[in-house]
């Protein structure tokens, strides 16, 4: 299971969005369209057991919220998380700590959301 797993990260790191998106490169447009994020959500769903289905099980996260969260899974920075999404850097932070209070049921960081989604 560790195996396929590691296989299934060694693939999502050699796929041409994720590289794009974890580029630190200026000049790298980050953007995605439906195709990308129905790819990215499943690659996620087969690397980390049912990720999306998991999520929806502790609260009903919008579509925009899900693609946080997918963002967070795969280490993208909060201020390309704002880019890709076409929001602020500070929407971004306030949807994290809504998040995270649907989640747990409890007031909490922005910090906490990220850690919370690091461990799924």
């Known amino acids: ?14 796929w041409d969005v994720y590289k794009r998106l974890k580029s630190s ?4 447009e980050k953007k995605m369209d439906e195709a990308d994020w129905e790819q990215l959500q499943q690659r996620l769903d087969n690397i980390y057991d049912q ?4 999520l929806l099980s502790h609260a009903s996260f919008s579509e925009t919220e ?5 963002l967070l899974k795969i280490n993208v920075p909060l201020v390309d998380i704002a880019t890709i999404l076409y929001k602020s850097k500070s929407a971004i932070t ?3 700590k809504r998040m995270y209070q649907k989640f747990c049921g409890k ?14």
């Open 1 to 14: 299971m560790q195996q396929r797993k590691e296989s299934l990260l060694s693939e999502l790191h050699q």
């Open 25 to 28: 490169a200026p000049h790298v």
């Open 51 to 54: 990720l999306t289905k998991r």
């Open 66 to 70: 899900l693609r946080i969260c997918y």
């Open 94 to 96: 306030q949807a994290r």
């Open 107 to 120: 007031s909490g960081s922005a910090e906490e959301l990220d850690e919370l989604i690091a461990q799924l």
